[in-house]
């Protein structure tokens, strides 16, 4: 039997195995036959219709190829659309129209603010014309083409905000502002962007009269995270049409920081892209010699007064004053490593400072610790007590209602700190929590750690189990009497395991 046990997982094996291999057959049919009808197309970047850091602005404070409107404020690193203030606006939009059929448009962008909620959104458009300035997230309203918009204020109050929507528009439709534009999308998803560690990005690809957004989360750095947010087919836009970024604040505000803007044009596989010399106008492309050339002529200019101005430098070649590429890059490498010394000599002293201040937290727990053991230690020693007491109150007599330990009254205890009851209380049936309350104050002081007032504790509380506020006054009295700590008497109750 153990032979044939072990032969039927072996034969069982090869109907499996010829299955899987036929799988992989298939699979490896399906990927060959993939890539020729879902060729990925070719990207050329456009510099003309992109933006990026470091050198973003120029010295006037304009973008390359960009005009700006509004609140948007242009810096090295990024083009801030709106401030974090109320009621803000602003855009950015290309000053040349695209004139190619397929693109892809990706972006990096952050929206940061102090509260829990933000306002209102910030949009990227492709339309037939510049919407400088309205009321759509900084833009205006009747655009003709695309609209896709980063809505981070819940208008419609369906808790469905932070949301991206993809809106299409012919010039006519009014945006519906009531319900955050859900009744006009073609595409939308729940994605939270607002206040992420790293850099929001997001991918806009038009091809073949199909829009597709990708989103990357911002919780990781890599750059090409992205997941799937949504998608509209047949979609016609345009032929030619301008692209811009706007944002608008409202009664709540978010910094809306662009970092970079870059665009690419979509090639069909198969197709030659046009060279890049077609592009340029011949009047355009005269207009930027034309610029060159008087750039470099203030340049000799310049050159010339600074050797009059500075007759003991004309022996040397004015380009050895200047700092070069690679001295610069030189001396950059070391201001960083200086300033990550200085960043780890800083985090040096706080860790240090947080490890010295936890040995005095442990110190002061120790000692604590210490001192509660000190006081059980010595609760223990009232534990004899009680077990005298639970001697002394099995001998008593049983009395009043069925108590296990007979009357606190006939305690030997109770009888020497407060005197005995009186023939006509007895005769008139046990007496209720108050009275018995009431013949212990008139007993007078118990000393403080004397065993009857323990005795007394202990067999008072099994006496008044049926009435706990009476046992409540009780253990008051006691404790004035006694002198004794709340702890103690409680530490009795509890050794005793006394329940009311």
Same mark, same amino acid.
């Given at each position: 039997?153990?032979?044939?046990?072990?032969?039927?997982?072996?034969?069982?094996?090869?109907?499996?195995?010829?299955?899987?291999?036929?799988?992989?057959?298939?699979?490896?049919?399906?990927?060959?036959?993939?890539?020729?009808?879902?060729?990925?197309?070719?990207?050329?970047?456009?510099?003309?219709?992109?933006?990026?850091?470091?050198?973003?602005?120029?010295?006037?404070?304009?973008?390359?190829?960009?005009?700006?409107?509004?609140?948007?404020?242009?810096?090295?690193?990024?083009?801030?659309?709106?401030?974090?203030?109320?009621?803000?606006?602003?855009?950015?939009?290309?000053?040349?129209?695209?004139?190619?059929?397929?693109?892809?448009?990706?972006?990096?962008?952050?929206?940061?603010?102090?509260?829990?909620?933000?306002?209102?959104?910030?949009?990227?458009? =492709?339309?037939?014309?510049?919407?400088?300035?309205?009321?759509?997230?900084?833009?205006?309203?009747?655009?003709?083409?695309?609209?896709?918009?980063?809505?981070? =204020?819940?208008?419609?109050?369906? !808790?469905?905000?932070?949301?991206?929507?993809?809106?299409?528009?012919?010039?006519?439709?009014?945006?519906?502002?009531?319900?955050?534009?859900? +009744?006009?999308?073609?595409? +939308?998803?729940?994605?939270?962007?607002?206040?992420?560690?790293?850099?929001?990005? %997001? !991918?806009? +690809?038009?091809? !073949?009269?199909?829009?597709?957004?990708?989103?990357?989360?911002?919780? +990781?750095?890599?750059?090409?995270?992205?997941?799937?947010?949504?998608?509209?087919?047949?979609? &016609?836009?345009?032929?030619?049409?301008?692209?811009?970024?706007?944002?608008?604040?409202?009664?709540?505000?978010?910094?809306?920081?662009?970092?970079?803007?870059?665009? =690419?044009?979509?090639?069909?596989?198969?197709?030659?892209?046009?060279?890049?010399?077609?592009?340029?106008?011949?009047?355009?492309?005269?207009?930027?010699?034309?610029?060159?050339?008087?750039?470099?002529?203030?340049?000799?200019?310049?050159?010339?007064?600074?050797?009059?101005?500075?007759?003991?430098?004309?022996?040397?070649?004015?380009?050895?004053?200047?700092?070069?590429?690679?001295?610069?890059?030189?001396?950059?490498?070391?201001?960083? @490593?200086? @300033?990550?010394?200085?960043?780890?000599?800083?985090?040096?002293?706080?860790?240090?400072?947080?490890?010295?201040?936890?040995?005095?937290?442990?110190?002061?727990?120790?000692?604590?610790?210490?001192?509660?053991?000190? %006081?059980?230690?010595?609760?223990?020693?009232?534990?004899?007590?009680?077990?005298?007491?639970?001697?002394?109150?099995?001998?008593?007599?049983?009395?009043?209602?069925?108590?296990?330990?007979?009357?606190?009254?006939?305690?030997?205890?109770?009888?020497?700190?407060?005197?005995?009851?009186?023939?006509?209380?007895?005769?008139?049936?046990?007496?209720?929590?108050?009275?018995?309350?009431?013949?212990?104050?008139?007993?007078?002081?118990?000393?403080?750690?004397?065993?009857?007032?323990?005795?007394?504790?202990?067999?008072?509380?099994?006496?008044?189990?049926?009435?706990?506020?009476?046992?409540?006054?009780?253990?008051?009295?006691? @404790?004035?009497?006694?002198?004794?700590?709340?702890?103690?008497?409680?530490?009795? &109750?509890?050794?005793?395991?006394?329940?009311?």
């Amino acid at each position: 039997m153990a032979v044939s046990i072990e032969r039927r997982p072996a034969a069982s094996a090869r109907p499996v195995f010829f299955l899987l291999l036929a799988a992989f057959a298939f699979l490896r049919g399906v990927a060959a036959d993939g890539p020729a009808s879902e060729e990925t197309p070719h990207r050329r970047f456009e510099y003309k219709y992109s933006f990026k850091g470091p050198h973003l602005a120029q010295s006037d404070g304009g973008i390359p190829f960009w005009i700006h409107t509004g609140n948007a404020i242009p810096s090295a690193d990024q083009v801030r659309i709106t401030p974090s203030l109320r009621s803000q606006r602003g855009s950015v939009w290309t000053k040349n129209k695209i004139n190619f059929e397929h693109w892809e448009a990706e972006v990096t962008f952050r929206v940061s603010g102090r509260g829990r909620m933000g306002a209102d959104g910030l949009a990227m458009w =492709f339309t037939a014309e510049q919407g400088l300035d309205g009321p759509v997230y900084g833009a205006a309203d009747q655009w003709n083409g695309i609209g896709v918009f980063f809505d981070s =204020f819940d208008n419609d109050g369906k !808790k469905n905000n932070p949301a991206i929507l993809v809106v299409g528009n012919n010039g006519k439709l009014v945006y519906d502002h009531q319900n955050d534009g859900t +009744t006009q999308s073609l595409g +939308t998803c729940l994605r939270d962007f607002r206040n992420k560690p790293y850099p929001i990005r %997001a !991918k806009i +690809t038009y091809y !073949k009269k199909t829009l597709t957004v990708l989103i990357n989360n911002g919780f +990781t750095p890599d750059k090409e995270d992205y997941e799937f947010c949504t998608k509209v087919d047949n979609m &016609v836009i345009p032929p030619e049409g301008f692209l811009g970024i706007s944002a608008a604040t409202g009664g709540l505000a978010d910094d809306h920081d662009v970092l970079s803007f870059l665009v =690419f044009r979509l090639t069909e596989p198969g197709q030659q892209p046009p060279p890049p010399e077609s592009e340029i106008p011949k009047e355009e492309k005269d207009k930027y010699q034309e610029e060159f050339q008087n750039f470099q002529q203030e340049l000799d200019k310049k050159k010339e007064e600074f050797q009059k101005e500075h007759p003991d430098v004309q022996g040397q070649p004015i380009e050895d004053l200047f700092e070069s590429v690679n001295d610069r890059e030189i001396r950059q490498v070391f201001e960083g @490593q200086t @300033q990550i010394h200085l960043e780890i000599k800083q985090l040096h002293r706080q860790l240090a400072m947080i490890l010295d201040e936890q040995r005095r937290y442990v110190a002061l727990i120790t000692e604590e610790v210490t001192k509660k053991g000190t %006081a059980v230690e010595s609760g223990q020693e009232l534990l004899p007590r009680v077990a005298e007491a639970d001697r002394l109150g099995a001998a008593a007599p049983a009395a009043g209602r069925g108590g296990r330990h007979g009357d606190v009254r006939d305690h030997p205890a109770l009888q020497r700190h407060q005197g005995a009851s009186s023939p006509g209380q007895e005769g008139r049936g046990e007496p209720g929590p108050a009275q018995r309350t009431e013949s212990c104050r008139e007993g007078g002081e118990v000393p403080r750690g004397s065993p009857d007032a323990f005795l007394l504790v202990h067999h008072a509380f099994h006496n008044l189990r049926r009435g706990p506020v009476g046992a409540l006054l009780l253990l008051h009295h006691v @404790q004035e009497s006694t002198g004794s700590s709340g702890k103690e008497v409680l530490l009795i &109750v509890s050794n005793a395991r006394v329940r009311l």
